[in-house]
């Protein structure tokens, strides 16, 4: 099978782990000659250049490189599957292991990976021009019938936004993962081929506390149709929830809901109006972006026992504890029509 520059690098990567692995010997190397001392001065030049280029690449994309360690490997996008990379809100990922499917030569492909019970994420880098040809995801566990998937949208939110896709939570004790990805098959007339694809298998530390999230303020109309009646945000983890309570009236009411931070489109959401059970979950999504509102009307609502309209908005982060260290917002809006 031909081997491409990506290839190589991984190869080289691997093989060269164990010597950025080993600890190293600072104070002899500072004991030496004053030449070697101006061939390190150079080498330390050359590297600030290439770490300034680094961080400028990651800041045009939100990500920023961990702080470097022994053995810690950095890119310049997040796409090209860093060995270990920083998210804003200081969540570090560490890779795990690279998966290539070279569609349409192979329809699937599996690899074993092991884990060490913390969340797991799966980066793609994706070929382009492929929407009608995305790959699932799914991990299995020695022991157990149950596949896990990616949650959510899968991996079109890592191909758009170039951030990793959370895998569902795996049960505890869990340590060696079989990762299968599988290309299905498209109707005829879908345009294009299945491109190559290559993952990064990552698991990922939050920050040791929650930071501050960036708040979004919800707009006072939205077109010519809906005006703002009251809206409400909190901190999470502090809050799951945010309550709003609002006196009858006859014109129609809608809702608009979304999480800022790190949870946004990553934890589940599910709200309620005077008490009427969800009819399902479904993510805390994104705030709006370019003032586009996507709303459904709720009609008329009638008031409950109190004599009010009460709508709740409740997030819960699905299994995966660890989000209780990563900081967000929650926004609940409620908008009336005025016509």
């Known amino acids: 099978m031909p081997i491409d520059h990506r290839d190589l690098y991984e190869l080289l990567e691997e093989r060269s782990r164990p010597a950025l692995d080993r600890p190293i010997p600072w104070e002899r190397l500072r004991a030496r000659a004053p030449a070697a001392r101006r061939r390190r001065a150079a080498v330390v030049a050359v590297a600030g250049v290439v770490a300034a280029s680094v961080a400028v690449g990651w800041s045009l994309l939100g990500v920023r490189p961990a702080p470097e360690k022994e053995g810690t490997i950095t890119a310049s996008a997040p796409k090209q599957l860093p060995a270990r990379f920083e998210a804003a809100d200081g969540t570090v990922y560490r890779r795990l292991a690279t998966v290539t499917l070279d569609a349409p030569a192979a329809r699937t492909v599996s690899a074993k990976v092991p884990v060490s019970g913390k969340p797991l994420a799966v980066m793609a880098d994706c070929p382009p021009s492929t929407p009608f040809y995305v790959p699932t995801v799914t991990a299995k566990v020695a022991g157990t019938r149950r596949w896990f998937p990616l949650t959510f949208d899968g991996l079109h939110g890592s191909c758009e936004q170039n951030r990793p896709a959370d895998l569902a939570p795996l049960p505890g004790g869990a340590r060696e993962v079989t990762f299968t990805m ?158």
């Open 182 to 339: 599988t290309m299905g098959k498209a109707a005829k007339d879908m345009p294009g081929r299945p491109g190559r694809w290559r993952f990064g298998i990552y698991e990922w530390t939050p920050p040791a506390s929650p930071g501050p999230a960036p708040t979004e303020t919800p707009p006072a109309t939205i077109g010519d149709r809906y005006r703002l009646l009251t809206a409400r945000t909190v901190s999470w983890p502090e809050s799951h929830g945010v309550t709003l309570t609002l006196p009858p009236t006859d014109r129609p009411l809608t809702v608009v809901a979304y999480c800022t931070g790190a949870i946004a489109g990553r934890v589940h959401a599910e709200t309620s109006v005077n008490g009427r059970p969800p009819k399902g979950s479904a993510r805390c999504w994104e705030p709006p972006s370019g003032g586009t509102f996507s709303v459904g009307e709720l009609g008329t609502v009638r008031p409950g026992a109190d004599g009010k309209v009460t709508v709740r908005l409740r997030v819960s982060a699905g299994g995966v504890t660890a989000y209780e260290r990563r900081p967000g917002t929650l926004t609940l809006a409620v908008y009336q029509t005025t016509e």
